[in-house]
C-alpha cells in the first residue's frame, strides 16, 4: 500500500523501527565534486525544523554536515525569511542574498500511534528548485538516527556519493589512574552520542572490529591471562571463543563476507604468521610461512587481496606494508618510505590503504594507493595510531595521546578537516561499522 504526501512518496521501510519516505526522482543542478583536490565547503541553511523536537533534529543534521568538512552551516542570525511552512517553496532571493546555495526546511511532530514523524525538504537556492523530500517515522530510541539519515541523505543528494553519519564505532573505553587503567568494551554514534558498555572492564580488551553483518564483532581479551579471540554479539551480548590457539593471537579482523577471521599468531620461537579461520567449520588456514614478524592483516573489500605488516625485508626490524592473495600467495612489498609502518586499513572504496607510521620521532596517519605509489600524511602527532574508515571511504578515525590518556580523533582525506570525537573517558582503538539498516 502507498501512501502520497506531494511531492513525498512512500515506499520503504527501514530497520530499528524506522520508515523512510524516498522523493520522486529530481533533477539535481546542485553538486558539490569531493574528487577535486581542494573542496571548498558549501554554504548551506539549515532553519531549525518546526515542531517540538524539529530544533533538536536539525541540530543533529547541522552538527553532522560541518563536520563532514564539505559544509558550511550559515549562522541562523543572517537569515532574511523566518520559515513558517517547511513544505512551501522559500523566497529564494532572500537565501541568495546571504549566500546559501541549499536550504533544508523540515518539521517534526508525533503520531497518534506515539512514534515520531520527520520530514525534510532540500532546496536548490540558485537553481531555484526542490531536491529531494522525505519523511521518517521514528520511535523515541531513534529520534538521532532520523536525524543522522537526513543528514546522509542530503549529503548524498549533493556529492553523489554515499553518506556516513547513521554508523556506530566501537572502541575501547578507557578510565582509572594510567597504572592501572581499566578497559572496556564500548559502542557509540559515529558522534559520540549514545554511548553503551558491552564489558564490565575485569579484563583487558583490544581491538575491536565490526562484522559485516553489523550485529557482531571481534575482540581480543586478557582475561585468562592470554590474549583470546572472541566473538561478541552486539545486540544480545552473547560470545563464544573463536579459537584457544597455542601462544598468543593478535588483530583479529572478518573478512568482507563475515564467514572468516584473519589474524596473527605468535609462536614460542618469536615469529608470528598470518591465519585465516572459516567461522562455521572452524577450520584454520595459515597463510604466510616465514621467520618474520608479519601482523595486522586486512582484506580488501572483495576479500581476494589482504595487506599486512612485516619486517621480513624492511632491515633493523622496521615493518613495511605488504600485500598477498588472500590465500597467501604472491606476497610483495608496497611501502618504500623511511620509518616503521603499521595497522595498514584497506578502504571500504578499495582504491586506498590507510596506515600508521613512525618517523622522525613522530606518529603519522597517512593513506596509499594499493599499490604503494601516492603515499600521503593526514596527520602528525605525538602518538597516534589505528586508522578506522568511514564505510564510505572518505573519512578516518584514529586515537592519539597527547599525554594524559587517548582520544579518539576523525580526519577527511585532505587532512584539512581534523575532528575531535567526544568521549567521556579516554578511548582507542576505534573500528567504524558499515551504514546501519
Do not use: C
Not at 573542496?39 to 554536515?65: C, R
Not at 503520531?111 to 525534510?120: K, L, N, P, S, V
Not at 573519512?395 to 568521549?423: C, H
Amino acid at each position: 500500500m502507498k501512501f502520497i504526501l506531494k511531492p513525498l512518496l512512500m515506499v520503504a521501510a527501514m530497520a530499528m523501527g524506522i520508515n523512510a519516505a524516498v522523493t520522486l526522482p529530481a533533477r539535481a543542478t546542485l553538486e558539490l565534486n569531493v574528487n577535486r583536490g581542494n573542496v571548498e565547503p558549501m554554504p548551506i541553511a539549515i532553519p531549525d525544523f518546526q515542531g517540538g523536537l524539529g530544533a533538536q533534529i536539525s541540530e543533529i543534521v547541522t552538527a553532522d554536515l560541518k563536520r563532514s568538512g564539505l559544509f558550511a552551516p550559515i549562522d541562523k542570525a543572517a537569515f532574511v525569511e523566518k520559515i513558517t511552512n517547511p513544505d512551501a517553496a522559500p523566497r529564494y532571493e532572500d537565501w541568495k542574498v546571504i549566500n546559501a546555495q541549499a536550504l533544508v526546511t523540515g518539521a517534526v511532530s508525533k503520531e497518534a500511534d506515539g512514534r515520531i514523524r520527520a520530514q525534510y525538504r532540500l532546496w536548490d537556492i540558485f537553481g531555484n528548485t526542490q531536491l529531494a523530500g522525505e519523511q521518517f517515522f521514528a520511535n523515541d530510541a531513534n529520534q538521532r538516527r532520523v536525524a543522522h539519515i537526513i543528514a546522509d541523505a542530503i549529503y548524498e543528494k549533493i556529492t553523489g556519493e554515499k553518506g556516513y553519519f547513521d554508523t556506530r564505532v566501537v572502541f575501547v573505553d578507557e578510565s582509572g589512574a594510567k597504572n592501572a587503567r581499566k578497559k572496556r568494551l564500548a559502542i557509540m554514534d559515529q558522534d559520540g552520542a549514545n554511548v553503551r558498555y558491552l564489558s564490565d572492564g575485569r579484563a583487558i580488551v583490544l581491538t575491536p572490529r565490526f562484522s559485516p553483518n553489523r550485529q557482531e564483532i571481534t575482540y581480543m581479551s586478557y582475561e585468562s591471562g592470554q590474549p583470546k579471540v572472541y566473538l561478541l554479539q552486539i545486540e544480545t551480548g552473547q560470545r563464544e571463543l573463536v579459537g584457544n590457539f597455542p601462544g598468543m593471537t593478535f588483530a583479529p579482523r572478518f573478512s568482507p563476507d563475515g564467514q572468516k577471521v584473519i589474524m596473527s599468531l605468535l609462536r614460542d620461537d618469536g615469529n608470528s604468521n598470518i591465519f585465516a579461520m572459516d567461522l562455521r567449520s572452524r577450520s584454520t588456514t595459515r597463510l604466510t610461512d616465514s621467520t618474520a614478524i608479519d601482523t595486522s592483516p586486512s582484506y580488501s573489500p572483495d576479500g581476494s587481496q589482504v595487506v599486512f605488516t612485516s619486517d621480513r625485508g624492511g632491515g633493523s626490524g622496521r615493518s613495511q606494508i605488504y600485500v598477498m592473495g588472500g590465500d597467501g600467495s604472491n606476497p610483495h612489498r608496497i611501502s618504500f618510505g623511511d620509518g616503521v609502518y603499521s595497522t595498514p586499513v584497506w578502504s571500504p572504496r578499495g582504491d586506498l590503504i590507510a596506515f600508521t607510521k613512525q618517523s622522525g620521532g613522530e606518529f603519522q596517519i597517512g593513506v596509499m594507493k594499493t599499490d604503494g605509489s601516492g603515499e600521503r600524511i593526514l596527520s602528525s602527532g605525538f602518538q597516534q595510531e589505528g586508522p578506522t574508515w568511514a564505510p564510505n571511504g572518505r573519512v578516518l578515525m584514529f586515537f592519539r595521546d597527547s599525554g594524559g590518556g587517548p582520544k579518539l580523533v576523525s580526519v577527511d582525506l585532505t587532512g584539512r578537516n581534523e575532528q575531535p570525537i567526544p568521549t567521556a573517558n579516554y578511548a582507542s582503538d576505534p573500528a567504524w561499522s558499515p551504514l546501519l539498516e
